[in-house]
């Protein structure tokens, strides 16, 4: 079954990302079962869950993720053990898997669909697959890190940790002399440009060397892409990758920064910083659709992917992983993208915003619209509500009109950050008193329970009394109180609660006179007739 509970849902500048990868795989649904012995027939989570393609995963993680220039399958490699798993997009399940000796660093399709397919593989080997499985194998002198394959001479290209990049011409069978570099002294990427007889490669020292297939033995020219010798936007260029018009180059660096460049001019287009300093490990050109112009760039490092306009820089999707990002692969003329990870599930993304879903998979289209139409209602989690008779006496009855304020039934919906900040203009007392007051919160805290004496109810008359009821009464409430002290603090509270004493406490005809007083008021009377008797005795 599909449900939109399955499916989970980011939005950043009101582009919409839904994870359909999110949640737990088949195996671990089952696992669950088994350990609470319970039936899957009941559970919610697994009757709404989302596949797209059935056993789209690996054992433990996958490499790189692969789409067949028909569009109809899609091969990823992954461990453990390595293997490499072929898909059919039209059953949407897996058509094949195939072992193989080492894990892959890098493949790719030699036909329109999976009938050639090559890898190169950690030792060095490059191992050739037809329809029927393995085909042939053979090493490269030096380890290898990409390869890439020019159709019009039949060439495959392989560059690795050496300043050369071997050749293998697949239609003669043979090795053809390798392209020396000039300046570089590894290679990290080969790209070839689709409608251009050029080859690229990224690597050290911050350029990209580009040769022409047809004579290399003169380099075409050097992209100084960044300057080594710095941290910022600086080290080596890590990847790089053609557009489909061949008339773009964007390239990657270690430091997390993405340029893109016309092939005319040396100077960037544009550019993306990933700001969080991982090295950009995969890049990718994509077009919206068959009748769309807009050229968007996929660049992805360890930790999120990106996908922003070629031309102007402003990003179009954003997607943070909590699993390491091994290669970001883009279905051709639609909304959806592939992410090999460190995990066992590899990472489906569908963002309508990018373009229409897949034809094998098109109920998504209208699945997310339902839930577009769903979800219509707009909640104001950071909006104040003012009434109107508020917004004048706040000052801002000009903004009406503006879009500073959302008409909502018989006031507005104003920012809360604005509405803090006529607040503050209004009273700008108020901060001083708020800091006062959680002052006096906090030395309240410190007190001991016996010793505070709260004063938010202060007496006008009797405070000796009043504190002397409100020591008690705070006294029964501590830990290991007597029975007697417990007994004195019932009466005092009661004593402070009822309206029969408040009268004690306020009106001063109530007032209590102290020992001192007592005493001087009852001898006041003997001390006037004692002077009075030794004021005759002088006369006489």
Known sequence: GVGRAAMQVTELNDVKVYNLSAGKSLPQFLEEARKNNKSLRYNEDFRRRIDIIQDFEFNVTCGRVRVSPDGTYLAATGVYPPEVRIFDTRELGLKCSRGLHCEVVDFMFLSDDYRKLVYLLEDRTVEFHAQSGFHHRLRVPKAGRSMAYDAETCTLLVGGSSNEVVRLDLEVG??????????????????????????????????????????????????????????????????CAYSPNGMHLAAGTSSGLVRVFDVRSSKPLAARDHMNGFAIRSLSFHIRGPESTDLLVGSADSKSVKIWEATTGKIAATVESPNTINSLTFFPNSGMFFTAND????????VPALGLAPPWCSFLDSMTEELEETSKKVVFDDYQFVATDELEQLGATELVGTKYLQPYMHGYFMDNRLHGKLKAAMDPFRFEEYRKERIRQKIDAKRTMRTRVKTNSKAVVNNTLHRELQVAAEEGDLEGASKKRKAAADRAKRLLAEDRFKNLFEDPDFAIEDKAQREASASAPLAEALSKKSKKGSRG
């Open 174 to 239: 043979t090795f053809v002399s390798p392209i020396p570099m000039k300046e570089l002294e590894e290679v990290h990427q080969v790209a070839v440009n689709p409608k251009l007889p050029v080859m690229s490669c990224a690597g050290d020292k911050g350029i990209v060397e580009s040769y022409d297939l047809r004579d290399t033995t003169q380099r075409l020219r050097s992209l100084q892409v960044c300057n080594p010798d710095t941290t910022d936007g600086g080290g080596h260029v890590t990847c």
């Open 343 to 350: 995990t066992t599930r590899i990472g489906v993304y569908f």
